[in-house]
């Protein structure tokens, strides 16, 4: 079974651009979770997705970043227009149940913003 | 104050030697306590999880969680090269089950 997967894996862009991130989560897996790393600190919650519904949004920084998952499959994390200070490390998890501590991470999309 | 406090380390023991790492928390709230180890670029995969006070045995690694001190541990046993990896302790909220929240991790090195 393939796990959580996600794209890139290292994306190097400048101050006001945009950039997209996707997730694939593990097949079946109805949660969908968002987490980033920034320089220094520790892994943060973003948002959490039951199929298509965003259930808990409240760790998304700012309006710059939109999440979507259409179709309750895969989901996309963008940045727009992207500050130096959303350089890090961006996780995706899925789970099956939705109070789960047993969240299956991706491998996370480095991002450099310069 | 950060809700999850955890030395960053590094932490670094010889091969065989038993590991102890450790957290500390501040929100009463917390149920579900977990453990992650993250190799290098690749993304937290979960070890252990204990529900509410107690211990946790499973193969060479053992999970403490005392509540009344807010205070978790995890317990390294007859430690290898191969554990050599970062590891972070996280927990969570029944209000806000799917909200994980974790510490910044432990570096740890097993030296053979």
């Known amino acids: 079974e393939a796990g959580v997967t996600q794209f890139p894996s290292h994306s190097v862009i400048e101050k006001g651009q945009t950039v997209t991130l996707r997730c694939d989560p593990i097949s079946g897996h109805d949660n969908l979770y968002w987490y980033r790393r920034v320089m220094g600190k520790e892994i943060k919650f973003l948002l959490h997705f039951v199929k298509e519904s965003k259930q808990d949004e409240s760790g998304m920084p700012n309006n710059r970043f939109l999440a979507e998952r259409t179709g309750g499959t895969y989901s996309t994390l963008k940045v727009q227009p992207a500050e130096l200070e959303d350089s890090g490390v961006y996780f995706c998890?899925?789970?099956?149940?939705?109070?789960?501590?047993?969240?299956?991470f991706g491998p996370g999309t480095r991002l450099t913003v310069t | 104050q950060k809700e999850v406090e955890q030395d960053p380390g590094p932490l670094s023991v010889p091969e065989g030697a038993i590991v102890s790492l450790n957290c500390t928390y501040s929100?009463?709230?917390?149920?579900?306590f977990m453990w992650y180890r993250q190799y290098s670029r690749k993304g937290p995969e979960l070890l252990m999880y204990t529900y509410s006070s107690g211990n946790k045995e499973d193969g060479r690694f053992t999970a403490q969680v005392d509540k009344s001190s807010k205070y978790i541990s995890l317990f390294i046993r007859d430690s290898q090269p191969s554990d050599s990896a970062t590891y972070l302790c996280a927990m969570n909220a029944a209000s806000s089950a799917s909200k994980i929240i974790f510490g910044s991790g432990t570096r740890l090195s097993i030296r053979p």
């Open positions: 998890a899925s789970s099956q149940d939705r109070a789960s501590y047993e969240q299956y």
């Open positions: 929100n009463s709230a917390f149920q579900y």
